[in-house]
């Protein structure tokens, strides 16, 4: 079945840590995003990559870097200069630049806690 | 600028009850409208999705919703609640060009009660 992997679904930090989540997709996007969500806020965009190795930051991308060396992979790393990475990471997908369709393909997330 | 106004984070109902749920927008140009829904420690998922055409959009589960553009809202309403309707729903605008410019509104919790 297609869709978009999304891996560790749990993971915990110590603080100072980097930590990289993964995410994978066989759906041939071109597009691919990370999204952060806490409680009572949505979702705010953190990178946003619509090829291969070229990628674009969001609203919030400070703390955060990602790459895109393949179509299918999106990996974000939540480095230590996030000041407050405890939340829950989702990345999704869409056809691509020029599709104008707004639908996105989540993954199931990945929930971040720093100890 | 695009943005979205979800109006109560929480929503009560009884099972077999209408549903409605708020969504009001801004936009500057004619805007791409969508309901998605989340379940527990899951993604979202696209419930339906108001382009151009009719303005009553229907969608999966039994939703539907209607694009008002002098009261700039896009209402979710579904008729009769069910348990399994239980999740946090989201509206969220585009300018119709960019998928990656949709902006969400805050989210709404459903609870159903039997």
């Known amino acids: 079945d297609g869709g978009i992997t999304q891996s560790p679904k749990y993971l915990f930090r110590k603080e100072g840590q980097n930590v990289t989540l993964s995410c994978e997709q066989n759906l041939n996007h071109d597009a691919m995003y990370w999204y952060r969500q806490d409680p009572g806020q949505g979702l705010r965009l953190i990178y946003y990559?619509?090829?291969?190795?070229?990628?674009q930051k969001g609203d919030i991308a400070e703390g955060y870097s990602v790459s895109r060396e393949k179509k299918e992979s999106f990996p974000l790393t939540v480095t230590s200069a996030q000041k407050n990475p405890t939340a829950f990471y989702l990345c999704?997908?869409?056809?691509?630049?020029?599709?104008?369709?707004?639908?996105?393909?989540f993954g199931e997330g990945s929930r971040l806690t720093v100890l | 600028a695009q943005s979205v106004t979800q109006l109560g984070s929480h929503v009560s109902v009884s099972e077999g009850a209408l549903v409605l749920l708020r969504c009001n927008y801004s936009s500057s140009v004619p805007p791409y409208l969508f309901w998605y829904v989340q379940y527990p420690n899951q993604g979202l998922q696209l419930l339906l999705k108001?382009?151009?055409?009719?303005?009553l959009v229907k969608g999966i589960n039994g939703f539907e919703a209607e694009f008002k553009k002098s009261e700039t809202s896009f209402h979710l309403t579904k008729p009769s609640a069910h348990m399994s309707d239980a999740a946090e729903y989201f509206c969220a605008v585009s300018d119709g060009f960019n998928d990656y410019k949709l902006s969400f509104g805050a989210g709404t919790t459903v609870t159903v009660r039997a």
């Open positions: 990559s619509q090829i291969v190795n070229d990628f």
């Open positions: 999704a997908s869409s056809i691509g630049a020029g599709s104008n369709t707004g639908e996105l393909f």
């Open positions: 108001y382009t151009t055409g009719a303005t």
